[in-house]
């Protein structure tokens, strides 16, 4: 992967949704038609849709005449349900009038955030500009490696001098390592130095070709002994073959940047 993953935070999730569905919804709702009505209220032709679709996940044009029978009968009951004296009553419940709230909280934002996206896409100079930075600070090798991953730096040492007197790597790290390479022989397959957490790929770009690391090597997931297996030259990918993963990024990023704008205007109003 040749993008840096941005935040996972609300707002990344929420400039992941789905534009069109709001966009069909939003536009459905002018000019809505009466399906049926059930105790006094209307059930209108955009909550059919937007019902059977997220019910089908289908489009209403692709349901059979028995779905939308279907979909019609159940979306019947529910309107019984919700219009008996008793719902009255229940929609008093504070924990009731807190889910109602959250949902309508997040359909609207979920709007806000379709309604930046549709008007905030990424341009080609933005995709071809952030391709080309992605680009610039690719490594110029890849790397192929095995490790060892032991909890301690003694443990790690050991393995090191089992190595020295001639033992298997592949060997080792079948019988050793607490990593979920080990029974592969600690094989790690191709890699680009940024996949890796920075102690890790400092101690791969400076191994040789078939040397493996004569200090044990600490990160977050404890100590490991390494063996560079080989190198090649790292093929970037074509713009492309990630155009849409580029465009994504970079029109979360905006969206992220939205909210972090929203964010410092509500703390200096606070």
Do not use: C
């Not at 009466?34 to 692709?62: C, H, M, P």
């Not at 032991?150 to 790597?169: H, K, P, R, T, Y």
């Not at 990023?253 to 964010?263: A, D, G, I, M």
């Amino acid at each position: 992967m040749y993008l840096k993953n941005s935040s996972k935070s609300f707002g990344t999730h929420m400039a992941a949704a789905t534009v069109g569905g709001l966009a069909i919804l939003l536009a459905t709702i002018a000019s809505a038609e009466t399906l049926a009505t059930v105790n006094g209220a209307d059930i209108d032709d955009s909550v059919f849709k937007v019902y059977l679709e997220s019910r089908l996940q289908k489009s209403v044009a692709e349901a059979t005449t028995e779905e939308r029978d279907l979909v019609l009968s159940e979306l019947t009951d529910i309107y019984l349900l919700t219009t008996q004296a008793r719902a009255k009553e229940l929609e008093k419940d504070v924990l009731l009038q807190a889910q109602v709230e959250l949902q309508y909280r997040g359909i609207v934002a979920q709007a806000v955030a379709a309604d930046f996206l549709q008007s905030n896409q990424a341009t080609d100079e933005d995709i071809f500009a952030m391709y080309t930075t992605q680009i610039e600070t690719m490594s110029e090798l890849q790397f192929r490696a095995r490790h060892i991953l032991v909890e301690s730096q003694g443990e790690a040492a050991n393995l090191i001098e089992q190595l020295d007197d001639g033992a298997d790597f592949e060997e080792l790290a079948k019988a050793s390592s607490t990593g979920p390479s080990g029974p592969a022989g600690g094989d790690l397959g191709w890699f680009s130095p940024n996949q890796m957490v920075a102690p890790f790929s400092d101690a791969v770009a400076g191994l040789e070709d078939g040397a493996y690391s004569k200090a044990p090597v600490q990160t977050k997931f404890g100590w490991h002994v390494i063996k560079r297996e080989e190198s090649r030259e790292n093929e970037p990918p074509t713009l492309e073959s990630i155009r849409d993963a580029v465009k994504q990024s970079i029109e979360q990023n905006k969206f992220q940047e939205y909210l972090e704008q929203l964010r410092a205007i509500e703390a200096s109003a606070g």
